[in-house]
């Protein structure tokens, strides 16, 4: 089972294209500023299949959309669910690009199972002291856009220039 907050069908702020993005409920961090303090309570949201949500993701599919973008709450909270849905969603559709916005610093999730079916992750707490709206996808400077495949090859972060 998975809890999430919403899904949007077509966000262009949340990676690159055209995406559904999949609000996932819950997180513990609590960062001063937060952009979604409604998606902190960790009992807040539905609970549904995690089958369930990735059909809804799949049903929203357009060929205009590039990709799905996971972000909360945390989502590495619900890892273990996160690596389902996104199992369907790749064996449905092999292509899709695949984004995960994380509080959580790459160096400190590299060896989590479902990293390896993400390509890309926005990775690091917002601090509100290095908020930067000029930012492409993400809220504050030391957050970092990270290619996950590259990454994971060369054992170092390989950070994608989108600015």
Same mark, same amino acid.
């Given at each position: ?23 996932? &409920? ?13 998606? &902190? ?38 890892? &273990? ?48 002291? &290095? ?10 400077r030391n957050q970092r856009i990270i290619d996950v495949p590259a990454s994971l090859a060369k054992s170092e972060v390989v ?5």
């Amino acid at each position: 089972m998975i809890r999430y907050a919403a899904v949007v069908d077509n966000s262009v702020v949340d990676g690159t294209g055209i995406r559904i993005t999949v609000f996932l &409920q819950g997180c513990v961090r609590g960062c001063e500023g937060c952009h979604n303090p409604d998606l &902190q309570p960790l009992e807040g949201g539905e609970v549904v299949s995690e089958e369930a949500l990735a059909q809804l993701v799949l049903n929203k599919l357009s060929p205009l959309h590039r990709g799905v973008t996971f972000s909360g709450g945390e989502p590495l909270l619900q890892a &273990q669910a996160l690596e389902k849905v996104i199992s369907i969603l790749k064996r449905e559709k092999p292509d899709i690009d695949v984004w995960m916005y994380t509080g959580f610093t790459f160096e400190e999730i590299q060896e989590i199972p479902v990293l390896r079916m993400i390509d890309v992750v926005v990775d690091g707490p917002f601090v509100l002291a &290095q908020r930067d709206l000029s930012l492409a996808f993400r809220g504050s400077r030391n957050q970092r856009i990270i290619d996950v495949p590259a990454s994971l090859a060369k054992s170092e972060v390989v950070e994608l220039k989108l600015d």
